[in-house]
């Protein structure tokens, strides 16, 4: 009986030693439930994150949508049809308006030397400088309108025509004539017509030849229509609402061809503004020399300087301006 109760007291502390051996397991246990924590946690940042990342993606998706969108190919120019033939007409008054009010200051000029007092070497400075300006602005409206910017340059070029248009009406002295039909004029000729030009040209392939030489005849036409205003109306009412009512008309077109004047291509958001690789085309490079050589032979006897801006006008252009415009023709 002792014996036995002796080997009950040896196993009770094993019993206890036993019990107490699995602890450690326990002990084990608990760095499981707590790395079972830590990854639970885990997971919540991650999904915390989640939507982080999925607004990446959204984003990156949207650029590349963004991108395409701006990339799309519009196809084949129409060659032809109602659209492309209206933007012809629209581009025959835009030219009507600027070259064919260019074309028309010998009649201009003519008066001014009588009421200015002025030689025509000095009065064909603003003649020079409104052709300058038509080109060398051109140089940046052609670059917005790529750009996809063409309403917002063909308006404010709008304001500037007219702005110099009435401003020359109310003009007395040389220099007046200089800031308004010369200065104002130009920025507003050189904002309208190479955006107006280079629209026209892509809605055409094989006819492109016969949609631009028509647009071109619209230097022909203002240069009938505006001096035949003048003469015939400067000496009823004088030059201030000659001048005015030439104004009016040029505002009336303006809405026209606003309002119906369509870009065909989606906007070039990228690209330089000087494409030097335009000097290895060469029919880009002898069209350049030789409207530099032919505004060089149109200088007349009257004003020596009438052509100079001109020509350094289209230096420019073949420095700076994209050869499409120049191309088409």
Not at 27 to 52: I, L
Not at 237 to 259: E, H, N, S, Y
Not at 265 to 270: E, F, H, V
Request: hydrophobic share 40%; charged share 15%.
């Amino acid at each position: 009986m002792g014996i036995d109760l002796e080997k009950e007291i040896r196993s009770g502390p094993r019993s206890s030693d036993s019990s107490s051996r699995p602890q450690p397991e326990n002990n084990t246990a608990e760095p499981q439930d707590g790395s079972t924590d830590a990854q639970e946690t885990k997971g919540h940042a991650t999904s915390n994150d989640s939507p982080m990342a999925s607004f990446q993606g959204i984003r990156e998706v949207l650029s590349r949508t963004r991108s395409r969108t701006s990339c799309v190919d519009p196809g084949p120019p129409p060659d032809g049809g109602l659209q492309a033939w209206t933007q012809v007409i629209m581009g025959h008054l835009t030219v009507f308006n600027t070259w064919g009010y260019i074309n028309s200051f010998g009649v201009f000029q003519t008066y001014y030397v009588t009421m200015l007092k002025e030689p025509p070497s000095a009065i064909s400075w603003v003649g020079s400088v409104q052709s300058f300006l038509l080109f060398f602005v051109g140089t940046f409206s052609g670059r917005a309108t790529d750009y996809g910017l063409f309403r917002i340059t063909f308006i404010v070029g709008s304001i500037f025509q007219l702005l110099g248009v009435f401003m020359t009406s109310l003009s007395t002295k040389y220099w007046h004539l200089f800031l308004a039909q010369g200065i104002l004029t130009g920025l507003g000729n050189g904002l309208v017509f190479c955006p107006t030009i280079s629209i026209v040209s892509t809605y055409f392939s094989k006819k492109k030849s016969l949609a631009l030489g028509l647009v071109a005849s619209g230097t022909a036409t203002g240069g009938l229509v505006f001096p035949i205003i003048v003469q015939q109306l400067l000496p009823k009412i004088g030059f201030p609402w000659t001048v005015r009512i030439i104004g009016f008309v040029m505002l009336a077109i303006m809405c026209v061809t606003l309002t119906l004047t369509k870009p065909r291509l989606p906007p070039r958001k990228s690209g330089p503004l000087v494409e030097w690789a335009a000097f290895k085309e060469l029919p880009y490079a002898l069209f350049s020399i030789g409207k530099c050589c032919h505004s060089k032979r149109e200088t007349n006897a009257n004003g020596t300087c009438r052509h100079v801006f001109d020509i350094f006008g289209i230096v420019l252009c073949i420095l700076l301006r994209r050869p499409s415009v120049f191309r088409a023709f």
